[in-house]
T-cell receptor, first 113, second 110 residues
Framework: EAGVVQSPRYKIIEKKQPVAFWCNPI?????LYWYRQNLGQGPELLIR????????DSQLPKDRFSAERLKGVDSTLKIQPAELGDSAVYLC???????????FGNGTRLTVT | GQQLNQSPQSMFIQEGEDVSMNCTSS?????WLWYKQDPGEGPVLLIA?????ELTSNGRLTAQFGITRKDSFLNISASIPSDVGIYFC??????????FGPGTRLSVLP
């Protein structure tokens, strides 16, 4: 089966510019996560979706970050405006149901200059 | 919030040696996952554990779910150069949000 697909792989933008990341989860996976990974650290949760519903967005900086999963499949994560501290790898993960494990995409490496 | 600690933070070993690393939590989990991440790639699932005391193997890798449900262990036997990478543990309560540790960076010397 195809894995989690993310695009773009790399993005370089100037601060105050907007940026968007896209994720296509594994087919049939109802739960989708966005994580942020800073250099030398483990992934940190930003938002979790169950189908099209954001069931946990408590860690999402809502003043500048937004996410959507309109049809319960693909998802986009947006930052507007970007700040220098947003430079990180943004990882998308999905899982099927119950206690099944997470499967990650290869991430989008964002550099804000 | 929940936090995971991983030990050691980094390790350098000779090819052929066995490796042990662990992950501890201040909270009880009912799922433990172990991942390996190579540079520029996303974390790849190695082993999933669902029951206290469970011991599961995947080739040269063996992981255990601690009986206190607050820790987990990963062992790699007869290390090879491609074992180089960062190993992350992750814990969850009933498959909801997974909390990740800071990682153990493994280097294998030929």
């Amino acid at each position: 089966e195809a894995g989690v697909v993310q695009s773009p792989r790399y993005k370089i933008i100037e601060k105050k510019q907007p940026v968007a990341f896209w994720c296509n989860p594994i087919s049939g996976h109802n739960t989708l996560y966005w994580y942020r990974q800073n250099l030398g650290q483990g992934p940190e949760l930003l938002i979790r979706y169950e189908n099209e519903e954001a069931v946990d967005d408590s860690q999402l900086p809502k003043d500048r970050f937004s996410a959507e999963r309109l049809k319960g499949v693909d998802s986009t994560l947006k930052i507007q405006p970007a700040e220098l501290g947003d430079s990180a790898v943004y990882l998308c993960a999905s899982r099927s149901q119950g206690n099944s494990p997470l499967h990650f995409g290869n991430g989008t490496r964002l550099t804000v200059t | 919030g929940q936090q995971l600690n991983q030990s050691p933070q980094s390790m350098f070993i000779q090819e052929g040696e066995d490796v042990s690393m662990n992950c501890t939590s201040s909270s009880i989990f009912n799922t433990w996952l172990w991942y390996k991440q190579d540079p520029g790639e996303g974390p790849v699932l190695l082993i999933a554990l669902y029951k206290a005391g469970e011991l599961t193997s995947n080739g040269r890798l063996t992981a255990q779910f601690g009986i206190t449900r607050k820790d987990s262990f990963l062992n790699i036997s007869a290390s090879i150069p491609s074992d180089v990478g960062i190993y992350f543990c992750a814990g969850s309560v009933y498959g909801q949000n997974f909390v990740f540790g800071p990682g153990t960076r493994l280097s294998v010397l030929p």
